[in-house]
């Protein structure tokens, strides 16, 4: 079994400079699980700030699919795109970020019906996941947000387990699955429900 797994900057750095001698041949899995914030001191809602998020949190996993795609069909394998709850519901202060991650949904939700119509087995699995306890998403949010970071290596066994069962989606923790169900249905206890896991003051001023 051949398995791909593409983190931070140096998935970007492998789509752009690598990609022309790159041999997926065999691949299996390709696990998807980098994202980049803005550079420092770029204005949070700049044009520069939302290109970079763009180019790192959606772009690059366009590039990479499409390098590996051909091998994955080949095999049978799997598709596994890590994605975040701001990928389905968005939030305050947070619009560039969450352009990118709900880009990465309607992508890959397209690529998975295309495959589909076309007989072609392979499995794409979407796991939404919230705020990790890893330190650079921490001090990310630090004082905005009153959410609770998930533990990483329970989010990581649950991106494992809907990769190798080739689950269509993943929601880590659970919970909100039925946020992302009650998003358009009843979108003003959503709006409450945000309000209560935000702090904006802090927010407004970062």
Not at 94 to 108: C, I, M, T, V
């Amino acid at each position: 079994m051949k398995v791909l797994l593409l983190t931070v900057l140096g998935a970007l750095f492998f789509a752009y400079y690598w990609a022309d001698n790159f041999d997926p041949g065999g691949l299996d899995y390709l696990v998807l699980n980098h994202l980049g914030a803005a550079p420092a001191g770029t204005p949070a809602r700049s044009t520069q700030a939302t290109r970079w998020l763009m180019q790192v949190n959606f772009l690059s996993y366009v590039q990479l699919t499409s390098l590996a795609l051909p091998s994955l069909t080949d095999s049978k394998g799997s598709l596994v795109v890590v994605s975040s709850l701001l990928g389905r519901v968005p939030t305050s202060f947070s619009s560039p970020y969450s352009a990118a991650k709900f880009a990465l949904d309607s992508f890959f939700g397209s690529l998975r019906r295309e495959l589909d119509v076309q007989d072609v087995n392979v499995a794409i699995t979407m796991c939404i996941l919230g705020l990790q306890d890893r330190s650079s998403a921490a001090e990310g949010i630090r004082g905005v947000t009153r959410a609770k970071a998930a533990l990483g290596p329970k989010a990581a066994l649950a991106v494992i387990r809907g990769g190798a069962t080739r689950a269509s989606g993943v929601f880590y923790p659970w919970r909100f699955h039925l946020l992302c169900l009650i998003r358009a249905w009843l979108p003003r206890p959503r709006a409450w429900f945000i309000r209560q896991e935000l702090n904006i003051t802090a927010a407004a001023t970062a």
